[in-house]
């Protein structure tokens, strides 16, 4: 059993410390919000993600887990301090490091003892060398024995407990080969590929990972809008693309757009980091512009199909930026709600999970018990966010209590023949429908 201290409760920080915590550690979880840490003591999780509320409840009664806000409670003992605070976009697309800054402030002020810093939020490349500077600089006359080792996460919200727990791979950077192994022992039971580095490159896996997979996306929905206007079927041509042993399946499924808290935030960092050194992010660039017009496009053809969007209803099904999570950061959703608003429509929406959320920044919107209180009078419904619970809707419900039969379908989730053959005029991304 290894004492560590994790500090942040987001997505990130309190599942990785549930996670540790169930492999037998002791962890102790910390945040400077008091009202955050006395709800989660309490049962209450500031986030929903499944599997999670069991998981810290199970490891609290057993004792391995502990929630604090005091930095000399949670670093007392620890030989293990994980940096697991947001870095949330600046004006210019840069990572914005003020609370990885005060982390590194406050351990520098409290610990006596030697001990691994590990990154394990989002950070630019060289994040790790400037921490490790900020420690060094605070301990001007009273050097710490510490080092800094990055540790990047790769937890998708919506399985983040799965995904901790059957990783595809730990990567590991530092410059201190014999810190990294001791962090790698954490992860030894998970059975699981080790990939040890130096820093940069660690920070710099993260990046390159996630830009990729938003690339994918941006790449297939450009393939999507060329189908719609070719007669073509997009999600016939991914899975003939995806057939290739070289291409694979993942992330080529049409849509809305990526969004959340990781690949507008990352993509946008990355950007940035690379014209702040000369070099030109081109693919970069258009992966992002892609993505943005994504959703205009969506909102240009309900405009055409509906003659304009003043005083209509429009019900959307989903607010979250994707299924099994309530994060609505950068959410397709509230991007469409937005541009649709400006012109006049009257919105109402349903989620699962995210409607609470949602309403803190949607107050013109009308949330609703359920998909078909959402249709009711509505002049189109708009899928945005793939639930399991709208694969199955009655649509001949739906057609009774709309005002004009119109369904686009963000998500490719229905089949169109299905959805026509009800009654509805049907639109989907890349379904070849405008041939």
């Given at each position: 059993?290894?004492?560590?201290?994790?500090?942040?409760?987001?997505?990130?920080?309190?599942?990785?410390?549930?996670?540790?915590?169930?492999?037998?550690?002791?962890?102790?979880?910390?945040?400077?919000?008091?009202?955050?840490?006395?709800?989660?003591?309490?049962?209450?999780?500031?986030?929903?993600?499944?599997?999670?509320?069991?998981?810290?409840?199970?490891?609290?009664?057993?004792?391995?887990?502990?929630?604090?806000?005091?930095?000399?409670?949670?670093?007392?003992?620890?030989?293990?301090?994980?940096?697991?605070?947001?870095?949330?976009?600046?004006?210019?697309?840069?990572?914005?490091?003020?609370?990885?800054?005060?982390?590194?402030?406050?351990?520098?002020?409290?610990?006596?003892?030697?001990?691994?810093?590990?990154?394990?939020?989002?950070?630019?490349v060289g994040t790790g060398d400037w921490v490790a500077e900020i420690i060094n600089k605070r301990r001007e006359g009273s050097p710490l024995a510490f080092s800094v080792v990055s540790n990047p996460e790769f937890l998708r919200e919506g399985s983040a407990i799965?995904?901790?727990?059957?990783?595809?791979?730990?990567?590991?950077?530092?410059?201190?080969?014999?810190?990294?192994?001791?962090?790698?022992?954490?992860?030894?039971?998970?059975?699981?590929?080790?990939?040890?580095?130096?820093?940069?490159?660690?920070?710099?896996?993260?990046?390159?990972?996630?830009?990729?997979?938003?690339?994918?996306?941006?790449?297939?929905?450009?393939?999507?809008?060329?189908?719609?206007?070719?007669?073509?079927?997009?999600?016939?041509?991914?899975?003939?693309?995806?057939?290739?042993?070289?291409?694979?399946?993942?992330?080529?499924?049409?849509?809305?757009?990526?969004?959340?808290?990781?690949?507008?935030?990352?993509?946008?960092a990355l950007a940035h980091m690379a014209v702040l050194h000369g070099t030109q992010p081109q693919l970069l660039q258009a992966v992002m512009d892609i993505n943005r017009n994504q959703r205009r496009r969506v909102v240009m053809r309900l405009r055409k199909e509906?003659?304009?969007?003043?005083?209509?209803?429009?019900?959307?099904?989903?607010?979250?930026?994707?299924?099994?999570?309530?994060?609505?950061?950068?959410?397709?959703?509230?991007?469409?709600?937005?541009?649709?608003?400006?012109?006049?429509?009257?919105?109402?929406?349903?989620?699962?999970?995210?409607?609470?959320?949602?309403?803190?920044?949607?107050?013109?919107?009308?949330?609703?018990?359920?998909?078909?209180?959402?249709?009711?009078?509505?002049?189109?419904?708009?899928?945005?966010?793939?639930?399991?619970?709208?694969?199955?809707?009655?649509?001949?419900?739906?057609?009774?209590?709309?005002?004009?039969?119109?369904?686009?379908?963000?998500?490719?989730?229905?089949?169109?023949?299905?959805?026509?053959?009800?009654?509805?005029?049907?639109?989907?991304?890349?379904?070849?429908?405008?041939?």
């Amino acid at each position: 059993m290894e004492t560590l201290c994790v500090v942040g409760t987001g997505y990130v920080g309190l599942s990785t410390g549930a996670c540790f915590a169930d492999l037998g550690n002791r962890v102790f979880c910390l945040d400077i919000d008091e009202e955050k840490i006395a709800n989660i003591r309490q049962g209450i999780m500031p986030i929903y993600e499944p599997g999670l509320k069991e998981l810290v409840e199970r490891n609290i009664h057993a004792g391995r887990l502990f929630f604090t806000s005091d930095y000399s409670e949670a670093l007392k003992d620890s030989r293990y301090a994980f940096i697991a605070v947001g870095t949330p976009s600046g004006v210019d697309g840069e990572a914005d490091l003020q609370y990885v800054r005060q982390v590194a402030e406050m351990i520098a002020d409290t610990v006596n003892h030697q001990l691994i810093v590990i990154n394990k939020s989002t950070v630019p490349v060289g994040t790790g060398d400037w921490v490790a500077e900020i420690i060094n600089k605070r301990r001007e006359g009273s050097p710490l024995a510490f080092s800094v080792v990055s540790n990047p996460e790769f937890l998708r919200e919506g399985s983040a407990i799965t995904d901790f727990m059957s990783p595809d791979r730990v990567v590991l950077g530092s410059e201190d080969r014999q810190a990294a192994n001791q962090v790698a022992q954490l992860y030894l039971s998970l059975r699981c590929p080790i990939i040890i580095t130096n820093l940069r490159t660690a920070e710099m896996i993260k990046y390159a990972s996630n830009a990729f997979l938003a690339t994918r996306i941006s790449f297939i929905n450009e393939i999507a809008n060329i189908c719609e206007e070719l007669g073509a079927d997009v999600r016939e041509v991914s899975r003939g693309m995806g057939a290739d042993k070289r291409i694979g399946n993942a992330f080529l499924d049409a849509g809305l757009g990526w969004g959340g808290s990781c690949f507008p935030k990352d993509v946008k960092a990355l950007a940035h980091m690379a014209v702040l050194h000369g070099t030109q992010p081109q693919l970069l660039q258009a992966v992002m512009d892609i993505n943005r017009n994504q959703r205009r496009r969506v909102v240009m053809r309900l405009r055409k199909e509906l003659g304009s969007f003043q005083d209509k209803v429009v019900g959307i099904l989903g607010l979250s930026f994707k299924p099994n999570t309530d994060d609505t950061r950068e959410a397709p959703a509230v991007e469409l709600i937005h541009l649709m608003q400006n012109e006049g429509a009257m919105i109402r929406a349903y989620d699962p999970q995210a409607m609470e959320v949602a309403s803190r920044h949607l107050p013109r919107v009308q949330m609703c018990s359920d998909p078909y209180q959402v249709a009711e009078g509505a002049d189109a419904l708009v899928l945005v966010t793939e639930w399991n619970e709208f694969k199955n809707l009655d649509f001949e419900k739906l057609l009774q209590v709309m005002r004009k039969p119109v369904i686009f379908d963000g998500r490719n989730l229905w089949e169109p023949e299905r959805i026509r053959s009800s009654g509805f005029t049907y639109l989907g991304i890349g379904r070849g429908t405008s041939i």
